[in-house]
């Protein structure tokens, strides 16, 4: 599976430079990002999950984070009323094998537990902070790790800037991603059910097919804690797979972006430009010039719409100059075509015969050269997009043939 995962990271490598001049920078950058992540991930063990806790404040992630662990590595209560910073806890027994790709995490705070080798588990700063750097170190971890349990208490499960500022636009990580509806030993026993499944709705809302729910609570001195071996269970089970899913879940977005961006290889262009050309050469024999420059400079808008990168760019030029290009070219066909009709037909016709086969001349050269200034211009990018619509969709086939390994 590593070596498969490296021949598909080298192929998408190829594509985006296929894509240069084709596809804005910034759209190449993030996929240039994801690839390198995945890079990175694969230098380290796929054995070991990484998984972030995720939610707002009061919702019990701390008490989660050290009752999954077993221990007390992170301060809760008055102490550590809010999660301000990121805590990593690694596997003491095997934390070098793991630690040098959870340096390069950013400014984590890093203890140890004796707990699953399998589990480094990170606690995030609340995602509803009022500090915007809080918020923004979430946001900056979640792609690096494999799993996200995202954790709600009883009261705030509802709550919109969870569901509309995060979930709603993650939905495709939905395979890495648990839900725990914690602190159930604040209501009735006979409520959890119901209250799980309005939870498991709200998602359902988000967009979210099958969610893993999971209800909890840490427990604190004598109560004891209630749902964690089953949350715990469902992790174990999934370690082995969730960095592969990861990434695989990353690898199918750089497709995609990718592909939408350079738009459908499909859409019959030069058919749609010869039917153009037909109108605007009708035009032009009704000396309705302006009109024809008109249609030429709306085709090449539309088909900017269609393109990316320097193709649109040039396509958009095009349009912008077809007024001007209409003109020249014109002014060219009164000139040279008579001249050249001269030259190889001397003075063997009359005027009127001269006339009409000039005027049939005329049009063929004008047409002619309002192919090539136009859109024989655009055609390289339109063939280049094509190949790259063609490795794109290789690569899809392939990313979706490796998820059967890591399924189940």
Do not use: C
């Not at 994801?34 to 806790?53: G, K, S, W």
């Not at 109560?223 to 174990?236: A, W």
């Amino acid at each position: 599976m590593h070596d498969q995962l490296v021949d598909v990271l080298d192929r998408v490598d190829s594509t985006l430079a296929r894509s240069h001049g084709l596809v804005p920078d910034a759209a190449l950058d993030r996929t240039a990002l994801a690839t390198r992540r995945i890079r990175n991930r694969l230098d380290y063990p796929l054995d070991m999950a990484i998984v972030a806790l995720a939610g707002g404040t009061g919702s019990g992630k701390s008490s989660l984070f050290n009752a999954i662990l077993g221990g007390e590595p992170a301060e809760v209560g008055g102490i550590r009323p809010t999660t301000s910073s990121a805590l990593v806890s690694l596997p003491r027994q095997r934390s070098r094998e793991i630690a040098g790709y959870v340096s390069r995490l950013g400014d984590l705070e890093v203890v140890s537990h004796d707990g699953f080798a399998w589990l480094v588990l990170i606690d995030l700063p609340d995602t509803d902070s009022v500090e915007v750097d809080h918020r923004i170190g979430v946001e900056t971890l979640l792609p690096s790790v494999d799993a996200v349990i995202w954790v709600v208490d009883v009261e705030k499960y509802r709550d919109q800037s969870l569901h509309h500022g995060f979930l709603s636009n993650l939905t495709h990580y939905e395979s890495q991603f648990v839900f725990v509806v914690n602190q159930i030993d604040r209501i009735p026993q006979a409520e959890v059910s119901a209250l799980s499944q309005d939870f498991a709705d709200a998602l359902a809302e988000d967009g979210y097919r099958s969610p893993n729910v999971y209800p909890t609570s840490a427990g604190t001195g004598i109560t004891q804690s209630k749902g964690i071996d089953q949350l715990v269970s469902h992790l174990q089970f999934r370690a082995d797979g969730f960095a592969l899913e990861r990434m695989l879940a990353d690898l199918d977005r750089a497709v995609e972006d990718l592909a939408d961006i350079l738009g459908d290889g499909s859409v019959q262009l030069e058919p749609a430009w010869e039917t153009t050309l037909d109108e605007v050469i009708e035009l032009v024999k009704r000396g309705e010039s302006v009109a024809a420059s008109r249609l030429i400079a709306a085709f090449f808008e539309r088909l900017a719409d269609n393109l990316s990168g320097n193709g649109a760019e040039v396509a958009m030029g095009i349009s912008a100059h077809a007024g001007e290009t209409m003109s020249r070219v014109n002014q060219e066909a009164m000139t040279e075509v008579p001249a050249q009709m001269e030259k190889e037909a001397g003075q063997r016709w009359g005027r009127a015969t001269k006339i009409d086969a000039a005027t049939g001349e005329r049009l063929v050269w004008l047409r002619s050269r309002l192919e090539e200034t136009t859109f024989e211009q655009v055609k390289p990018y339109l063939h280049d997009r094509g190949v790259a619509r063609a490795h794109l969709a290789e690569l899809a086939i392939e990313v979706g043939a490796l998820r059967p390994a890591t399924d189940g």
